[in-house]
């Protein structure tokens, strides 16, 4: 692989542009904006210029870098060489539907075609070609020249050929990629993240808890890096409110939108952003106080966690071990889900989500039937010496 094109130059794609250069490939970056291409390379060099600072790269290789980086507003000539094509354009289905088929039409045969989309179909986007074994999700987090994970999506007509060749792109790029083996919403992390948002949103809402000590337990019990609130804040509640729609579309009663979402998002009140969320952020980033952390039961969250992975395990999308690795990556939690359910029991996981389940009677805390297999089977994590994963 030697020449790709990255289509749209925001705040994605100037990022994975940056990467694949850095890994030797010839890069131009498309826009229609000319304006976002000139700061594209702008932030490129830039970014450059702290890996250069920090010692990650030498001065001689930023500089090779930017020499193999260009821009243009030309697409159907710049990917006419192009053996990759990775599109980061806004989070739309008909505009990447229409990239994908003018991209089809003026690329080589044998060139793949990459989305970089956060939770639209990639078998949609394939089928808008006629190479849809050549289309797969290339899924990077933000920013992408810090963040270590690629979810690697494999569409229902990818070929593993392309899939094996991403894996090994991202790991040249020095990323640790993840297998998604079905093309399903919200891939491994946003599936996971998705329940773990609700169970803290639905909480506040019915008033058993408030944000402040959810979010207390989730950082300090949890030690997640950020409570459910302030990183509901922190990615914006436009695209929080966008996103968990599309769940909701997908996976319906399980994945129920939170009226506290949709109250916030028609109001306006986006988060850190806009200045105002859940928190107040024209005063800093919000102060939660480490006393708040036992006032709200952090196995809720737990156990929304381990099912949502026991579902993804159950349906064959991922292995335990990509899920972890997708988790403790894409969201910096000190354990995967999995790892997680092994250490707490998967019994003691079954027996909260089964409580939940009754007092609420609500679909999204019903047990996955793999979940309930293995406690069955006796496989109840570490102290049973097999759970998701063996133990010596
Ligand atoms: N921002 C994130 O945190 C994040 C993380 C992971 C994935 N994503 C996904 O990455 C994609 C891009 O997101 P972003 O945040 O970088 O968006 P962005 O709005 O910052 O950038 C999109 C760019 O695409 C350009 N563009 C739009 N239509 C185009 C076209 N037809 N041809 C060429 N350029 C075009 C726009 O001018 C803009 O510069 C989306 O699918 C998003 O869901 C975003």
Redesign the pocket.
Known sequence: MKNAVV???????HGIAELLAMAGLEVTI????EE?LKKAMDLIKWSLGKFVEKRRIREEDAKATMARLKTSMN?EDAVKSADLVVE????EMG?KKD?FSKVDKAAPENAIIAS???ALSITEMGNATERPDKVVGM????PPALMALVEVIKGDQTSDETVNTIVDLAKKMGKTPVICKKDVRGFLVNRVLALVFNEAFWNVYREEATKEEVDAAIKYKAGFPLGAFELADWIGLDVLYKVSKVMEEAYGEKAKLCPLVEKYFKEGKYGKKTGEGFYDWSVGMPRISFRLADKFDIDKIYAMAVNEAASLVYEDVATPGDIDVAIKLGLGWPSGPCELADKIGLDVALTKLKEMHAKYGEEMYKPSPLLEEYVSKGWLGRKAKRGFHEYE
């Open positions: 289509v749209g130059a925001g705040a994605m794609g498309v826009d229609v904006d976002i697409l980061a354009i806004a989070e505009a990239l970089n989309t956060s899924h990077f987090f933000n």
